[in-house]
């Protein structure tokens, strides 16, 4: 069985810009949450989707946004880049939300110039 | 305010010894603790889950304890292997009407020749 799949692995961005992140779960897991990980502040829980509905939500602006499609992929969008978004950014699947087993993605390193 | 305090948060040993990594939490209602080991530039991959009502739960050479009493968590690596250097992060989900994690920082193994 194929693990969770993010795309793409590195991306440069420039200040003010947007980026989209994707991720595509496991076969037959239905919530996938995101998360942001800086050497300074550990993992940090983003948003979770399950179902296509956002289901929890974590305290980051609203810059920070995402989706969930029906096939269970899903993205992550960031608006107006801070340098401070710079980042390595992990999705997880799993079969029914946060408090089952969660499958990481390997994440997409984003660097903001 | 972190409410998952690891220790140490990096330590080096010896190929073949053993040692302990601590993971102390003060949120709550648990609901599980899990132990996540993480190698550079990957996502993490789960290592044990454990509930309230449960004291330890081993995965080959790794066994978690519990202390829902104090608090407290540990993961015991025996007879560590290069392959073991890493971080290692624990992590409290609590139960509630918001599925909610909550990350400790994590502890920085080295394993050496």
């Known amino acids: 069985k194929a693990g969770v799949t993010q795309t793409p692995r590195y991306l440069i961005k420039t200040r003010g810009q947007q980026v989209t992140l994707s991720c595509s779960p496991i076969?037959?897991?239905?919530?996938v949450s995101w998360y942001q990980q800086t050497p300074g502040q550990g993992l940090q829980f983003l948003f979770e989707?399950?179902?296509?509905?956002?289901?929890n939500k974590g305290n980051f602006p609203g810059r920070f946004s995402g989706r969930q499609f029906s096939n269970s992929r899903s993205e992550m969008n960031v608006s107006t880049l801070e340098l401070g978004d710079s980042a390595l950014y992990l999705c997880?699947?799993?079969?029914?939300?946060?408090?089952?087993?969660?499958?990481f993605g390997n994440g997409t390193r984003l660097t903001v110039t | 305010k972190n409410q998952v305090e690891q220790s140490p948060q990096s330590l080096i040993i010896l190929e073949g010894k053993n040692c302990t990594l601590q993971?102390?939490?003060?949120?709550?209602?648990?609901?599980?603790l899990r132990w996540y080991k993480q190698d550079t530039g990957r996502g993490p991959v789960s290592l044990t889950i454990?509930?309230?009502?449960?004291n330890t739960k081993s995965n080959g050479r790794y066994t978690a304890t519990l202390d829902a009493d104090t608090k407290q968590s540990s993961l015991h690596i025996t007879a560590s292997q290069l392959s073991d250097s890493a971080s290692y992060i624990c992590?409290?989900?609590?139960?509630?009407?918001?599925?909610?994690?909550?990350f400790g920082t994590g502890t920085r193994l080295q394993v050496t020749l």
């Open positions: 989707y399950f179902s296509e509905t956002q289901r």
């Open positions: 454990m509930t309230f009502s449960e």
């Open positions: 076969s037959g897991h239905r919530s």
């Open positions: 992590v409290v989900s609590l139960t509630g009407t918001a599925s909610k994690l909550t």
């Open positions: 997880a699947s799993s079969l029914q939300g946060l408090g089952s087993p969660l499958h």
């Open positions: 993971c102390n939490y003060t949120v709550s209602p648990f609901s599980n």
